[in-house]
């Protein structure tokens, strides 16, 4: 058996006034207490920083540079990587990353139990729209704010296991688990910020979202035989809702923890990762089973193309 206690931190809202530090203390607060359940890990969500600020039209160029962290750890997050540390709790967290180049991605990073920084992922399917659009409810600015990363999917070997990272979209897209399954995953974490409305569809609410988003984590978990520890942020900021449901997910595709509200909550469970085995090695022995030779179109197509 290789338990992993995995704490799963979910965040209520981060309204745009509130500071960097004021959120990391909330951090802290559920981070002492994923040390007191005995987490190994703590996961913590897409832009666990800030509020969603994608979701604003900004045109003056230092405003929109005061979301993005240029280096990390900072001044603002040194108290959450100090605490981790001294609790020997490994964390991972979503930010907002400017380069020093100028790049701007959506960026998670894993530390190991020392705090050092193991892992880095640049979120790559990034949703919404470039420009202002006037007929949605609300905007999802991410293409204009972020490029698509250009870090791939890696795997990471930390609490002797094999780790990787997607950030909120990218957990709709089969293509992110399976390129990861290619590598031995066996534990992929996510952050999200999902808003509890489609602003294209003001027909689709919570309920579907919650189930598209539990829906692609399990069938992920299952077809990868591999946990799935999915974090939200949740609840209304600045009068703007996010769905909860952060779940953790074994590798039959079985959820085994669920947050039940949309504030600062913990969900906690000892993840044995030699669960992995049994799927790996049998109808997902990838192989044994799979097929490239028909999967081509996969890389080399993009959008739908008919038949003539
Ligand atoms: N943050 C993020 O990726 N949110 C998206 C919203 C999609 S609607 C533009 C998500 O997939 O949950």
Not at 8 to 30: D, F, K, P
Request: aromatic letters at 10%; hydrophobic letters at 40%.
């Amino acid at each position: 058996m290789r338990e992993i206690v995995i704490g799963g931190a979910q965040m209520g809202a981060i309204q745009t006034a509130e500071s960097r530090e004021a959120v990391v203390a909330r951090m802290i607060v559920l981070l002492d207490q994923a040390a007191k359940a005995g987490c190994d890990l703590v996961v913590f969500p897409e832009l666990a920083l800030t509020t969603f600020f994608p979701r604003w039209w900004m045109e003056d160029p230092a405003e929109v540079a005061s979301w993005y962290e240029v280096e990390m750890p900072n001044a603002a997050t040194a108290p959450l990587f100090n605490r981790a540390r001294q609790h020997g709790t490994a964390i991972t967290f979503g930010y907002a990353e400017q380069t020093p180049e100028g790049r701007k991605f959506n960026t998670s990073i894993l530390t190991d139990r020392s705090g050092q920084i193991v892992g880095k992922y640049r979120k790559v399917h990034l949703p919404g729209h470039s420009d202002y659009d006037p007929d949605r409810a609300f905007q999802h600015l991410e293409k204009r704010y972020f490029e698509p990363g250009d870090l791939g999917f890696p795997v990471w070997r930390n609490l002797d296991a094999w780790m990787g990272m997607c950030i909120c979209n990218d957990r709709r897209w089969p293509e992110v688990y399976r390129e990861m399954g290619l590598q031995g995953v066996e534990l992929i974490t996510l952050g999200y910020n999902t808003p509890s409305v489609n602003s294209q569809d003001s027909a689709e609410g919570l309920e579907q979202r919650l189930y598209h988003s539990d829906l692609s984590m399990t069938a992920g978990a299952y077809q990868n035989a591999a946990w799935v520890v999915g974090v939200a942020k949740a609840g209304v900021e600045d009068g703007h809702p996010l769905i909860g449901g952060s779940i953790i997910v074994d590798p039959n595709g079985y959820v085994v923890a669920r947050a039940a509200g949309e504030g600062d909550e913990l969900i906690v469970h000892g993840c044995d990762m030699d669960l992995c085995t049994f799927g790996k090695t049998t109808i997902f022995d990838f192989a044994r089973h799979r097929r490239t030779e028909h999967y081509s179109r996969i890389t080399a197509q993009t959008g739908v193309v008919l038949p003539e």
